[in-house]
């Protein structure tokens, strides 16, 4: 395959969708063949089914498969904690025991194909543990980012209605520690759904008191187990349940199926990111986020990669040569991040010469994708002038699981064009279309759509709610997949993602939905209503602002409401939020039919012209607006 050029690949994958992805099906182990790549129910409504007929186990081919090839002694997961001070190797055939046996546990308990286990864990190698445990026994794994507050969690926990919770007694951030087992324990009042049992992996550094009902301690739940066997599951059964932000407070749960999502995986780590089997592979994300399922958990592991697993941060753990100093110590191959944490690097590193000065040997790096939010040209260059590797920005999203668009290191490298991910991957069909559903000419922004049906590891709907799949993603533009970004194709065909058509924001490098923090302020008693948009920031790329209007008898001072729902957000919401700044208005500005205009504002604060829209209601209220964000830093 990589003789071919990637334009034409692109080509045979959208021409023959069924030979491509039956040729790309022949990497991964199937415990029963699939005979045909995709089926397609109705293209109109809703995304194809891959690999129907076909049996496989994720677990199998992220370890069995491996360590019965004689690859037991490979380093699995190397365990960077540099908030912890631990470093450690766990090596495939490790790993499987120890999946195996906690798998062994679950099953014991009564867990069975189909059932759900909400995940709540830090960085650590039992994260990693319990996700392959559950997809070895045919359970459906949700993960759950630690950053989020107990409400969040309560909100997950009773849309997947999970039998069993696996938490860890705390994370360590850089400046403290965080008592998940606590934000746990209030998720669990506040849910109306009550799991079976929770398993608490103890850390040293906070020992949590197992004092609910159905507590019960990591050790002892393994203690004595068997190791079991994985279990045959359909292609298209789910693996596992991601919540993502929608437009409103309620998350959306993205179900990705088995089979799609190994095959589409594996092609893209050879393929995309050009590592092969052996090869050292750090996500630096989360576990919590859809990168952190693909690019640390399931995509390193099918493809016998070394994947690092990173409990820290770009800075401040313990300083701006984290990155570097782990790529060196472990010869990783490829880095993948955010855009935000090269920009933290680069702030405290503007010129490079920590870099220089280390004497890091960063020879083994070859090079630098990212992803997550748009990459700024000033991050690229000083990437590029640090590292001088090529450094990629590819554009996906949770419901995708993989790149739309990328520059495939692995069939041909393309040159970079700053502000670009490149062209659009083998398997998608991406348009750029008007309001109207008509294509767009090159260089024209518009709504970017991909036609279905989407290519396999791309979601296969939403957990409990068809309806929504359908309206978010299929109603506006038949038979496409609405993206919610908007953006243009250039005369070469490089794409361009300038920014997001709906209320969802991005803030170092995580999508978070403008509706559930407003929400939250709203819920304030002195609050008549609000609006949160994304303020530019030069470190998270957006932060959220609050416009806040009072009710006419408020009981609380201006500061105390303001300081007041920044400790609303955190608690209900969670620190990754990130907001802290409000500013008090007396109106919000609005349509004469009451519509909030929140791109005219977003505009505002982003210093992009605006046209006054001829339906506002009053137009004196923008310039309120202006102004009152200008006094913002
Ligand atoms: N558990 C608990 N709290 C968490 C958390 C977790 N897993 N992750 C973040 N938080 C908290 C942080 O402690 C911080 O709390 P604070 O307000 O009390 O300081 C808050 O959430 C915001 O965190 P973060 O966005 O990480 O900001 P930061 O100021 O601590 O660090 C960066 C800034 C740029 C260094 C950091 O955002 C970063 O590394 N970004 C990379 C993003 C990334 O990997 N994105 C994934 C997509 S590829
Ligand atoms: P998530 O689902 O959390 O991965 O967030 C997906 C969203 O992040 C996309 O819809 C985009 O808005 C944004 N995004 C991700 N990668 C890029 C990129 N390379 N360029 C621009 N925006 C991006």
Redesign the pocket.
Known sequence: MKATGVRQLHKQSIESPNNFWLEAASHIQWFKEPTAACSVEDLSKTTALWFEGGELNSCYNALDYHVENGFGDQTAIIYESPVTQVSKKISYAELLYDVSVFAGALALQGLVKGDRVVIYM??IPQAVVAMLACARIGVIHSVV???FAANELATRIDDALPKAIITASC?V??N?V?DYKALLNNALDLAQHKPEFQVIYQRSQAIANLDRDGDIDWLIFVEGQKPVECVSVSATDPLYILYTSGTTGKPKGVIRDNAGHCVALKWSMQNIYNVNPGDVFWG???I??V?GHSYIVYGPLFNRNTTVLYEG????TPDALAFWRVAAKHKVKVL???P??I??IKKEDPLGELVKKSGFDLSSLSALFL??ERSDPDTLEWAEKQLKIPIIDHWWQTETGWSICANCLGVEELPVIQGSPTLPVPGYQLEVLDKNGETLESGIVGALVIKTPLPPGSFSGLWNDEQRFNSSYFLNYPGYYETGDAGYIDENGYVFVMSRTDDIIN????RLSTGAIEEVIASHSDIAECAVIGFPCE??GEIPVALIVLNSQQQNSHEDIQAVTVQMV?EQL???Y?YRQSVIITALPKTRSGKVLRSTMKKIAQHQEYDLPATIDDPNVLLQIGSALTNLS
């Open positions: 830090p960085m980012f630690g950053g994370g951030e850089v403290r965080i630096a994300s989360d919590g986020w990168v941060k770009p800075i401040g993948f991040t955010a935000t944490a920009r933290a992803a997550g803030v170092a490098g995580h470190l998270k955190r969670g620190a990754v990130s």
